[in-house]
């Protein structure tokens, strides 16, 4: 029985392990993305995001949402309120997302052109964002609950993935 363990050991003794960066030497491994592969990964994240625009367009149409922004309630149910004061709650939160957004996008890369990273720059601005965007999930989700109930919830997660990936047609 002691003779077998060193065979054991002989075995795996000649496992070649390989770093987990790549380096310069790494060989066949890391894959090379020729330019058709660039160009597909390119036109799949676009129709991803294209994808994500759509539900969030049928969903605002199927749940009637302008009519229940501007009413307060949807056109067949008068008794279904919206809660106006969380709405707005979400409305502000969703416009300090969008502001932060803009000033770490438009600001800090088109016109100051940092070289860096945005966490470097303002290291703030992402969690400030985080908690703005957090904010008004849940004021919206509030707000909408007395007119969708239980749909309130994956309808705002897609109206907000709709929104976000608006992002991707923006000319810039």
Known sequence: MASSV????????????????????????EEYKSKTDQWLAYI?????????IVIASFICAYTEIYEVILDGHPPHDEKRQLNR??????????????????????????ILKFPGEWEDYSPRAIPVATICAV???????VAFWPVWTWL???TIFCLFLGALNLAHFVPL
């Open 152 to 154: 309130t919830i994956p």
């Open 135 to 141: 904010s008004s999930l849940v004021a919206f989700t």
């Open 44 to 52: 799949l994240a676009k129709l991803h995001a294209l994808l994500w």
């Open 85 to 110: 004061f969380s709405f707005n709650v979400g409305l502000a939160g969703f416009g300090g997302w969008c502001l932060v957004a803009g000033y770490l996008i438009l600001w800090v890369k088109y």
């Open 6 to 29: 060193p065979r054991e050991r002989k075995k795996y003794a000649s496992v070649e392990l390989k770093p987990l960066s790549a380096g310069a030497d790494y060989d066949d491994e």
